[in-house]
């Protein structure tokens, strides 16, 4: 018996301790709180309310686009899955005029650093020579390798590998 109202009790200091608290008592909480609400927002079907993604930036591109090509086995030339992927960034680059980016070229574990270096740069440039070709301007691309020293995926296996042979685009700035 005991048991059970000890039970009850905890699963009631359980529930109260949950409680959230009301979006007035959190406005009202110190002067800073106005700031950190989000400048937009829209409701999602289900009535949750998300922030608005600022069109240009990293996570437009991510969300809209996608910020990733992937490559074979020791391999530079671009599929075309990858061009496919290319092409939608090439639209958001003319769509985005004063973004800048930077193209990062990945290798997978095996091979050399110096090798796996070079790679990731012929990787990184084949990404940048596409876009360049459908008419985004080349000193809005920037390129860099990391070689194998930055992976996304850790293991060795054809899994892990065939993650980290990629071309990254990522954003910049702006107002170039």
């Not at 009535?47 to 969300?63: C, H, M, N, P, R």
């Not at 030339?77 to 958001?92: E, F, G, H, P, V």
């Not at 997978?108 to 070709?133: F, I, M, S, W």
Request: hydrophobic share 45%; charged share 20%.
């Amino acid at each position: 018996m005991r048991f059970k109202i000890l039970g009850i009790l905890a699963a009631m200091a359980l529930i109260s301790a949950c409680e959230t608290a009301s979006e007035d008592a959190g406005a009202a909480s110190g002067a800073g709180a106005a700031a950190a609400k989000p400048a937009e927002t829209f409701t999602t079907p289900l009535g949750g309310q998300v922030a608005a993604i600022k069109a240009g930036s990293q996570e437009d591109l991510v969300v809209n686009v996608g910020d990733r090509v992937f490559f074979g086995f020791d391999k530079y030339d671009l599929n075309s899955i990858s061009r496919a992927t290319l092409d939608k960034q090439a639209a958001w680059m003319k769509a985005n005029p004063s973004v800048t980016i930077a193209i990062q070229g990945h290798c997978d574990e095996r091979g050399t650093r110096d090798y796996n270096l070079g790679l990731g740069e012929r990787r990184a440039n084949a990404a940048k020579d596409h876009l360049v070709a459908l008419g985004v301007n080349p000193n809005r691309l920037k390129t860099i390798s990391y070689g194998k020293e930055r992976p996304v995926a850790l293991g060795a296996n054809e899994a892990a590998w065939s993650q980290n042979r990629r071309a990254v685009t990522v954003v910049a700035g702006a107002g170039s």
